[in-house]
């Protein structure tokens, strides 16, 4: 589903954050992201999401080159960034409705889809409010829900879990389960116990040799 072809990130002179890397990704497939910080983790997503450029290479989505289709490719896609840049005037459930509506997938159900989604995250009578008071939890829940609101290909996911309750990292966990169930490539860094789960199938180690 995404193959990356000899991909050297590099942002001055000396050595790469990584270099020649060539790898390939399948539908269904779950992919862990582990290392220190400061080791590409996130820099490697940020390729995979089109926020960064490859110094060389390139990465292909179902063939095509995603830096010079982005459009294209991000309809497909679901993101939780390591940063919360969300819009702070809006509610969390007018974002949901702006997500869906920018992506051709509102319909009369989505109302009753949206707060199915937060009622599952426990994010309650907050998902009205604008998104600029919430807490981190709230905001990474809001994060989290339009992640998964649009059932994307594929999910790349920063330290999603991070600043969650128990419970809700473990309704987060299932809902993992069942996007890989649907045939979602995930691709999420996190701590090294959550790319642990059994639902993982493989673990990149960064930095990457």
């Given at each position: 589903m995404i193959e990356l072809k000899n991909i050297t990130k590099q942002f001055k002179a000396g050595k790469p954050i990584f270099s020649e890397v060539n790898?390939?990704?399948k539908k269904g497939e779950f992919i862990g992201l582990t290392g220190p910080n400061g080791s590409g983790k996130t820099t490697f997503l940020r390729l995979l999401s089109v926020n960064s450029f490859p110094t060389s290479g390139r990465i292909t989505y179902k063939n095509m080159n995603i830096h010079e289709n982005p459009q294209e490719y991000?309809?497909?896609?679901?993101?939780v960034h390591d940063q919360e840049s969300l819009p702070v005037h809006l509610s969390a459930v007018e974002l949901?409705?702006?997500v869906l509506r920018s992506r051709k997938l509102w319909s009369d159900e989505s109302p009753k889809q949206i707060n199915n989604m937060f009622d599952r995250l426990s994010l309650k009578d907050d998902r009205n409010e604008q998104i600029g008071t919430y807490s981190t939890g709230m905001r990474k829940k809001t994060q989290v829900a339009a992640a998964f609101i649009v059932k994307p290909?594929?999910?790349i996911l920063d330290e999603p879990l991070r600043g969650l309750d128990s419970s809700t990292r473990d309704e987060v966990a299932d809902m993992l389960v069942d996007a890989k169930s649907g045939g979602t490539l995930t691709l999420m860094a996190s701590h090294t116990a959550d790319v642990e789960a059994d639902f993982v199938d493989r673990v990149l180690e960064f930095p990457l040799s």
């Open positions: 790898d390939t990704f991000l309809k497909d896609v679901g993101l949901l409705e702006w290909n594929v999910l």
